[in-house]
């Protein structure tokens, strides 16, 4: 049972563009929820995070997004850069635990 | 420069061969944790470590063993390995338990034949 899922494989977006990427999660007791980014050959490294009494939070061209009612947060990346080009996972954990579950993961593809 | 280090970044064994995967981590955090990432599952949690001799199971903890003896180390150690524990692992820390960011190794990529 998938408990934290990232529906799409991959997604290809135009340099300057927004990048939308989604995550959906089943648990409710879920209140911290994290994005990572990850290259090839190396570990994913943290990009932002968002707690459950929030419902937006930015840094810099990253914003995340949660949707409690939806169980459903996401990423959005503006303006869209190929440096941006990697694997992102969204990771959910909870008050109480300190188990982390990830996403499978959605490739990016910023072309320029 | 604050890291965590994984050894070694690649190994090749065989089936029953007892390995060790060591972790070590400079930013003195509490929290340590593995996960292991395979294709179309992405990461999985094994087991993690709220602090010095404090130890739980995550998703996927048969056939692992850890163990936190120091603040800063965290090996992974695979008994009795077999195929299906092939994948890429994953050591991390965090400056504690509660919600906090983690900061990852760059892996080490187990075969075993």
């Known amino acids: 049972d998938q408990q934290v899922k990232q529906n799409s494989p991959s997604l290809s977006v135009q340099e300057g563009r927004i990048s939308i990427l989604n995550c959906d999660y089943t648990n409710s007791m879920f209140d911290y929820f994290l994005w990572y980014k990850k290259y090839p050959a190396e570990g994913p490294t943290f990009l932002i995070s968002i707690s459950s009494i929030k419902d937006k939070n930015e840094d810099g061209r990253f914003t995340v997004f949660l949707n409690k009612s939806a169980k459903h947060l996401s990423l959005h990346i503006v303006p869209s850069q190929p440096g941006d080009s990697a694997v992102y996972f969204c990771?959910?954990?909870?008050?109480?635990?300190?188990?982390?579950?990830f996403g499978t993961g959605t490739r990016l593809k910023v072309l320029a | 420069e604050a890291q965590v280090t994984q050894n070694p970044r690649y190994l090749i064994t065989v089936t029953g061969k007892k390995l060790t995967v060591t972790c070590s981590q400079n930013m003195n955090h509490e929290y340590m944790s593995w996960y292991r990432q395979d294709p179309g599952l992405g990461l999985r949690q094994i087991y993690y470590s709220m602090n010095v001799e404090v130890t739980d199971k995550g998703d996927v903890p048969e056939g692992y063993k850890v163990s936190r003896k120091e603040k800063r180390n965290f090996p992974l150690i695979l008994e009795s390995p077999s195929p299906n524990q092939t994948s890429l692992y994953f050591c991390?820390?965090?400056?504690?338990?509660?919600?906090?960011?983690?900061?990852f190794g760059d892996g080490t990529r187990l075969s075993i034949l």
């Open positions: 991390a820390s965090a400056l504690s338990a509660g919600n906090q960011p983690q900061h």
């Open positions: 990771a959910a954990g909870g008050s109480g635990t300190y188990k982390y579950i």
